[in-house]
């Protein structure tokens, strides 16, 4: 049970953790954000499809390198703490590499969240967000 709440403790809990809880932070974040859009309607599978492209760990792997100067000296020890933490869980649909990255944005996400940071979270999703969506545009 975690009873302090501090950046410190919370960026000291087990990457793997944070990212699991960070994987929800931004999976709930990314589907809201869709559902707001109003391009893709209410059709379920128009909106799954859609956030895939937000979720998967390329472009999780992407924003993160390109958010990582903008980090703080803590933010950035977890994130690599996190990408380089050993896991027995392998990559199914991703390049090992990008999976790894693609943990340490998920861990950061988690800990900005379970430490209250919420300010800092939504400024982070929300750039992340715009990365994916300037991505996509130039695609489409």
């Known amino acids: 049970m975690l009873t302090d709440n501090s950046e410190k403790a919370v960026f000291a809990l087990n990457p793997l953790a ?8 931004w999976e709930s974040f990314v589907r ?15 909106l799954h499809k859609e956030g ?13 390198r390109e958010l990582m100067p903008e980090l703080s000296e803590s933010e950035q ?7 380089n933490h050993r896991t027995a869980t392998k990559a ?4 090992p590499v990008e ?17 209250g940071q919420r300010e ?10 715009a990365m994916v969506e300037e991505h996509l545009n130039r695609k489409r």
Do not use: C, P
């Open 18 to 25: 944070l990212a699991y809880l960070g994987d929800a932070v």
């Open 32 to 46: 809201a954000r869709i559902m707001r859009s109003k391009s893709f309607g209410n059709n379920a599978d128009r």
């Open 52 to 64: 895939v492209h937000y979720v998967n760990a390329g472009a999780q792997a992407h924003v993160i």
């Open 77 to 83: 020890a977890l994130v690599k703490r996190a990408r």
């Open 92 to 95: 199914k649909n991703a390049d």
């Open 99 to 115: 999976y790894k990255w693609a943990t340490g944005f998920e861990a950061l996400l988690g800990a900005l969240e379970l430490s």
């Open 120 to 129: 800092r979270l939504g400024s982070l999703m929300e750039a992340s967000a």
